[in-house]
């Protein structure tokens, strides 16, 4: 079982795998390089958040990063959506408005809340999965397992925090026994 830690570290760092993965469905290399860029930004806030006594100051940063990686990211689904649209390429299309769908509305809502501090990890969670998902149909549509195991990476992850969590050994109080 994974740690708490370990989960809040997840996230980000399968957000990064998956723009590197939409890297490969289209010519917008760029436009997808901008999100790989704020994605990490915020991996390296949440590390830095990590550290006792230094990173409090960062927490704040995590959704704002994440929050702003959600717009290029947005962006590459509309290029593959009129790109499909140009050539005849119906795959290329679906999966465009599927990855543009996800990022703008689940990623970007969830990010929006949490940004404004208005969501729970396990509505987080559930947006995630929903995200996923669209993500995975993504990579169906474009014949790349690569994006297909990720948007299912996605879903695993989420499910993993959509789970209540035991407090971890140290943080619970001894049993007095009577």
């Keep these: 079982m994974l740690s708490r ?19 490969s469905t ?72 599927c990855l543009a769908l996800s990022n703008a509305v689940f990623y970007g809502s969830a990010n929006l809340r949490g940004f404004l501090g208005k969501i729970s ?9 929903v995200a996923g998902l669209l993500i995975a149909v993504a990579g169906a549509a474009l014949f790349n397992p690569v994006l297909t195991f990720i948007g299912f990476g996605y879903v695993m992850e989420a499910s993993l925090r959509k789970r209540p969590m035991p407090a971890p050994a140290e943080e619970m109080e001894p049993e007095i026994a009577a």
């Design 5 to 23: 830690k370990s989960k809040a570290i997840a996230s980000p760092v399968i957000f990064l795998l998956s723009s590197l993965g939409l890297t």
């Design 26 to 97: 289209g010519p917008n290399a760029l436009v997808v390089i901008g999100g790989m860029c704020l994605s990490l930004a915020a991996t390296l806030c949440l590390f830095a958040n990590l550290i006792p006594g230094f990173g409090a100051r960062y927490g704040r940063l995590i959704p704002t990063f994440s929050l702003l990686s959600n717009v290029p990211l947005t962006i590459n689904g509309i290029f593959m959506v009129q790109g499909g649209m140009a050539t005849g390429h119906t795959g290329l299309a679906v999966a465009g408005a």
């Design 121 to 129: 990890a396990k509505a987080h969670a559930h947006y995630s999965m």
